[in-house]
């Protein structure tokens, strides 16, 4: 009896572990930055430092490619999906120093990776 509850807890924990990746977010979040080089893209879009804007989204892409792959399992694929695309079309934005629809796109990408939480 002992060894199936074991088996049981074992097997609930697993299950547990692979449902809730999401639950990691902030602590990868904390050690990656991602958020950071997101606000951090949004200052310079505010103050229309194109340049630099550049460099915090290259930052940020950077970044989300080393940490999508561990909710990829979890997550519905819309939402990586859509992080992409307007990883996209923010660098379009930026490069040609469009600042409402580059905050609208800032806005939206914000807004996704806080959904990926609440999942």
């Not at 977010?25 to 200052?43: C, M, Q, V, W, Y």
């Not at 660098?91 to 409402?100: G, L, M, N, R």
């Amino acid at each position: 009896m002992k060894k199936k509850i074991t088996l049981l807890m074992i097997f609930c924990m697993l299950l547990s572990f692979v449902n809730a990746c999401t639950f990691f977010k902030k602590p990868i979040d904390r050690r990656s930055g991602f958020s950071n080089h997101l606000e951090e893209t949004e200052a310079c879009i505010r103050k229309e430092d194109w340049e630099n804007a550049a460099v915090k989204l290259r930052k940020s892409q950077k970044t989300w490619k080393q940490i999508k792959p561990l909710f990829q399992i979890d997550i519905d694929h819309d939402y990586v999906n859509d992080i992409e695309h307007h990883f996209i079309q923010l660098q379009a934005y930026i490069e040609t120093e469009d600042k409402s629809n580059a905050l609208a796109t800032i806005f939206l990408l914000q807004e996704n990776w806080g959904k990926i939480s609440q999942m």
